[in-house]
């Protein structure tokens, strides 16, 4: 682990001591301060009025209990979540996760990045996160929508269109958002469209706003390959998870003449060396709510599913050009960086939060990969929901065609804003350096006008 500058390491100590616990929370820290110890270096401004520690510090957090009654009649408890992390650019923006791996230290640690993503986009939005250790899986719709209801009966006391928006994330779709906006709805008396975003076309969702997370990293990922002269068309990716984000990642890699080979769920991964059929996919994870195993099964020969496998071997039996890891955090390790660098991959861009160890993002950097971090790569999720809220204020909704237009030009700009701050510093082609430099000294600006808040 490289040593932290004298500049930030006591502020980075004191946070560890503060925040015991919570290692995902100190892994992003860490990554930041690494990275801002130069911009404070370069303008020693950033060091005063203790913007380092404030933006350490999250505004308001909020820690409720969820109880709901099962299908059996027994009555169940979760524990919900709500960080409210940076409002200088904005309400607070960011995604709920329902998983039962949710603590209060994974909501820290992707509300501190959903501040510097958020800037990254250059769209009036702070930073935020929230959930609940609720498991979803095997839950039926009713008790999906009790749960849903009494965690929103909490939450809505704290959120609103010009305080906090939030929006899905792992575990909560378009579904969950419908029942927890019915809730607003019903708690408030009022249609307030803009207090969540993620929603369903026909009650103020956006076009695209499903397919963004996903089509930005794959915009995100075909910048950086243009910018070393490549491109998409004929590589050949793997892509971990199967959820909203992976999906759609894998959509776009096809519409651009790449080829999956493979992607994964928490139980196992699929094979096909001639390319997975992306639509059945979509088709057995989002009309059916199947499993890997059943696209398998439906597609019969032509795939191999492979129980408990990790997609990233699949690098070791074939050639891999590009990976998108898109399920979750620290998924991807030193030693499946070193797998995939063997098989002779030129680039890797995060879909999801913070899914690269920090010792695979070395292993990377040496090796001369383009490496897109989460908080850039992912940043047209977020930025189409911001999209969302425009249309919501203004009552209007825009064509699919022009949505997606918009997106395209967020992630180029977010792509050459990295890439720009990264040369600025000497480092070019440093998209961790450009993308944290760039976030940070944006949220910073704001902050020092807004006065000791
Ligand atoms: P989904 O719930 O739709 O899908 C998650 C996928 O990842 C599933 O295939 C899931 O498998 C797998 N997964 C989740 N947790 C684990 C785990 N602990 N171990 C192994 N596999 C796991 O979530 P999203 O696609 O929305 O989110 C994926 C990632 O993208 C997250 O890091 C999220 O924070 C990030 N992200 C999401 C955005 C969005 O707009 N939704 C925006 C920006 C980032 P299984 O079904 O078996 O659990
Ligand atoms: O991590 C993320 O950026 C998200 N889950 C999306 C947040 C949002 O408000 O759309």
Redesign the pocket.
Known sequence: MTQLSPLVRPIFENNLRRNSGEPEFHQAMREVFESVSLAIEKHPHYADNSILERICEPERQIIFRVPWVDDAGRTQINRGFRVQFNSALGPYKG?L?F?P?VTLGTIKF?GFEQIFKNSLTGMPIGGAKGGSDFDP?GKSNAEIMRFCQSFMTELAGHIGQYTDVP???????QREIGYLFGQYKRITNSYESGVLT?KGLTWGGSLVRTE???FGTVFFAEEMLRSAGKGLEGKKVIV????????FAMEKVAQLGGTVVAC????GVVYDSEGLDIELLIHTKNEQRG?LSDYARARGSRSEYRDAARVWDIAAETRVDVALP????N?LMADDARTLIRSGVIAVAE?????STPDAIRQFRQAGVLFAP?KAA??G??AT?ALEMQQNASRDSWTFEHTEERLALIMRSIHDRCAETAEEYGRPGDYVLGANIAGFTRVADAMIALGVI
Do not use: F
């Not at 994964?264 to 139980?267: K, Y």
């Not at 898109?326 to 955090?329: K, L, M, Y």
């Not at 879909?351 to 899914?355: D, I, K, Q, S, V």
């Open positions: 995604g996760r998983h791996s992707l899986k929006a899905g994330d792992i575990g909560v779709g993620g963004a997370t996903g971990s998870g199967s959820g909203n984000v992976a999906l994964s769920d928490s139980s499993r898109c399920a979750t955090q998924e879909g999801a939060n913070m899914p989460g992912n940043a999720g977020v929901s």
